[in-house]
């Protein structure tokens, strides 16, 4: 199973992560990051590790259990 969890103390507000998978992440008022799916299905694994390495804080972090 894949778990992705966010900081939001070190997230930059910048939207990607957002864009690239609306049903896994979202943001507050704030604009910070929030995990909506800790444990997305397996068919959204690949673009979440993707996220992950592309958040310019690297405020997302998953593992793999
Ligand atoms: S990609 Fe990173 S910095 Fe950008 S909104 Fe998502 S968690 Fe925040």
Request: proline content about 6%; glycine content about 6%.
């Amino acid at each position: 199973m894949l778990r992705v969890t966010a900081n939001p103390e070190t997230c930059a507000v910048s939207s990607l992560c957002v864009y690239r998978l609306p049903g896994v992440f979202d943001q507050d008022e704030d604009g910070l990051v929030v995990v909506l799916d800790e444990t997305p299905d397996g068919d959204l694994h690949e673009e979440v590790r993707r996220a992950a390495r592309g958040c310019p804080t690297k405020s997302i972090h998953v593992t793999e259990e």
